[in-house]
């Protein structure tokens, strides 16, 4: 059964950084790539960039170029996002889901549960 | 970036009833549009793909139409469980955007 889990919610202070793991069960995340979506509350998705399959190439957002760095851990099956530089408005559930073959231009299925940031001094 | 045109954003309906929810794209995306069901602290779960695919395990009440710009997402007979809201993706190019929803609630 595929499954994506992702790490606990996180309270950070303006200006740091989170770190928020994804991991796969049930494929080889090697083959598929990952995307990272966030949701602030009351408000629609918005994508933040992906991590291709194969040689891990990524891309980001414009948004949040500069902000954002997506990761693998191949031995673990697990994709990770960091956002730095966090401001207040950045508090949301942040999701990763994987395109459900491996392309760009897939749908996303599954999604992992979400994991809740809040930044707040 | 391809901006994703939804509506309505809400929409009150019985049990029973037919709704259609529609979504534009800026530009046309072919037939990379998806479609998702959200309810409250969950993630969105795919209905539709390609505009028109039913995903597996998703009742045969759910329809999705269109191609291009303009999209319809049909919910047949409505059931209490369908009471959620509803956002349209579109996978043709990034950055991947979506509508502002459509939150279906009970008349």
């Known amino acids: 059964q595929v499954q994506l889990v992702q790490s606990g919610a996180e309270v950070k202070k303006p200006g740091a950084s989170v770190k928020v793991s994804c991991k796969a069960s049930?494929?080889?995340?090697?083959?598929?790539?990952m995307h990272w979506v966030r949701q602030a509350p009351g408000q629609r998705p918005e994508w933040m960039g992906w991590?291709?399959?194969?040689?891990?190439?990524?891309k980001y957002s414009q948004k949040f170029q500069g902000r954002v760095t997506i990761t693998r851990d191949r031995p673990a099956n697990t994709i990770y996002m960091e956002l730095s530089s966090l401001r207040s408005e950045d508090t949301a559930v942040y999701y990763c889901?994987?395109?459900?073959?491996?392309?760009?231009?897939?749908?996303?299925?599954?999604w992992g549960q979400g994991t809740l940031v809040t930044v707040s001094s | 970036d391809i901006q994703m045109t939804q509506s309505p954003s809400s929409l009150s309906a019985s049990v029973g009833d037919r709704v259609t929810i529609t979504c534009r794209a800026s530009?046309?995306?072919?037939?990379?549009l998806n479609w998702y069901q959200q309810k409250p602290g969950r993630a969105p779960k795919l209905l539709i793909y390609?505009?028109?695919s039913l995903q597996s395990g998703v009742p045969s009440r759910f329809r999705g139409g269109g191609s291009g710009t303009d999209f319809t997402l049909t919910i047949s007979s409505l059931q209490p469980e369908d009471f959620a809201t509803y956002y349209c993706?579109?996978?043709?190019?990034?950055?991947?955007?979506f509508g502002r929803g459509t939150r279906l609630e009970i008349k």
């Open positions: 993706q579109q996978s043709y190019s990034t950055p991947i955007t």
């Open positions: 049930g494929y080889s995340s090697i083959s598929y790539g």
């Open positions: 889901a994987r395109p459900a073959y491996g392309s760009g231009n897939d749908w996303f299925d599954p």
């Open positions: 390609g505009a028109v």
């Open positions: 991590i291709n399959a194969g040689n891990d190439n990524t």
């Open positions: 530009q046309s995306i072919s037939s990379y």
